[in-house]
Structures are given as C-alpha cells and as structure tokens.
C-alpha cells in the first residue's frame, strides 16, 4: 500500500509510531476479550514491525481523518472477531476496504442503538466547532455554496446520515449531481432512504438530533 522503508534505526520511531502500534495492540487484545499491556519498550522490535509502523505513521499522516482506534477495529466488524489481523494486515489494501465497510455499517446502525446515539452526538459537536472556526451560523453551514461542509463531513465520518435528515437539507442535497454524492459516499440515495425510513421510525434519536441542532442554531446566532 506503501512504499517500501529503509531501516536506518530502531530507536528513530516516533511517538506517533509507538501510539500506533499500541492503538493495534488494544484492538488485537479487544477481540479476544484479553487484557492489554501498552508497550514502552520499542528497541528489540523486529525489523518487518519497525517497517510497518513506518508505513502505517506516513498512511496515517495522509490520511488524518481516519481515527486510529476504528481503523484497528475495523477488519473485526467487517470480517469476523475470531480471526487474527496482524501489523501488516494494516498496510494493505484490504485494510482499506474493511474500514469503509465498518464506517458504513456504523452509519446504517440500528437508529435507536447508544453506539448510534453517541455518534451523533460527536457529529453535532463536530458542525458546532467547524461553525465556530468558521464564524458561520447554522444556516449558512447548511447552505454552503460549491460543496457544501456538511458533504465533505459525511466523507470524513464526521457525521452521518441520520444528522444529514435532521439538518433538514434536502434541497441542497438534489443541486448535487449524484456522480458527486456517489464519489463522497458510494450508494449515497441507498444509504441516505434508507437511514431516512429509520430515522423518522426512530423514538429517541430523531429528537436527540433536533434539540442538539436547536441549541447549536442558537449558540451560533452570535455570527448572524
């Protein structure tokens, strides 16, 4: 997935490197149901190891906003927890592949389920930060011109598709050509009529969204 890295010296992996590492480490025990002991020592790591936490650190530095811990757990949920994914698991493309299939199945989860709730909690957090940073009000955010942020916040796996039914922006949604949507999401019409039949089945979440974006409208009225 990467290109190849020349070992100069063990001692020279970063503490984003070692994170790394223990980030898979935490994931590999987790399926197991098996108690973790971080590692601190790095300096007799083998050298096929010490090469891929180098690939994983420049795949990680690319790809920012790809959280380290859903990444491990990834090929869990997609694959199966009875089975063994080791380091170089990691720097293939089948890694890829079963993190966007995870990030999928979280997004189409069960609407009333606590995983799905605390989601989406993260999500209006994240539209309430970037309105901040970006002295924006709730409308505006909902109403960009070009892409709109809520899209590339979808592509990121900042927010999902439950929040893209409370923000109530369907008609930007139909400006966009489906070759686009499909090129942020795959599928992007299955997935987002299908969580919009869950989302306003829901008991809980959908009004968990709309008093969350209530309180966030009026906390951004300050850049009106």
């Known amino acids: 997935m990467l290109p190849n890295t020349s070992i100069l010296s063990k001692n020279e992996l970063t503490v984003d490197e070692q994170f790394i590492y223990n980030a898979y480490l935490i994931a590999s025990r987790r399926a197991k149901n098996q108690p973790v002991r971080l590692r601190k020592d790095f300096s007799n ?88 940073a970006h002295k924006s009000t709730l409308q505006r955010y909902k109403l960009d011109t070009g892409i709109p942020a809520f899209l590339l916040h979808l592509k990121e796996h900042k927010i999902n598709f439950y ?36 989302f306003m089945a829901s008991k809980h979440l959908k009004e968990v969204i709309r008093k969350g974006l209530k309180i966030v409208e009026e906390k951004l009225l300050i850049f009106q």
């Open 45 to 132: 790591i083998k050298d096929e190891v010490y090469i891929q936490l180098k690939k994983l650190g420049s795949f990680f530095d690319t790809n920012k906003n790809i959280p380290l811990h859903e990444f491990f757990w990834a090929p869990y949920e997609a694959y199966s927890k009875d089975e063994f994914f080791d380091l170089g698991f990691y720097t293939t493309r089948k890694a890829i592949v079963a993190y966007t299939r995870y990030m999928h199945k979280r997004e189409t989860q069960d609407a009333d389920s606590d995983n799905c709730i605390n989601d989406c909690k993260l999500g209006l957090k994240t539209i309430y930060n970037h309105c901040i």
């Open 163 to 198: 929040i893209l039914h409370g923000l109530e922006v369907d008609r930007a949604i139909k400006n966009i050509e489906q070759e686009l949507l499909d090129f942020y999401c795959k599928d992007f019409y299955t997935m987002y009529n299908n969580t919009r039949v869950k």
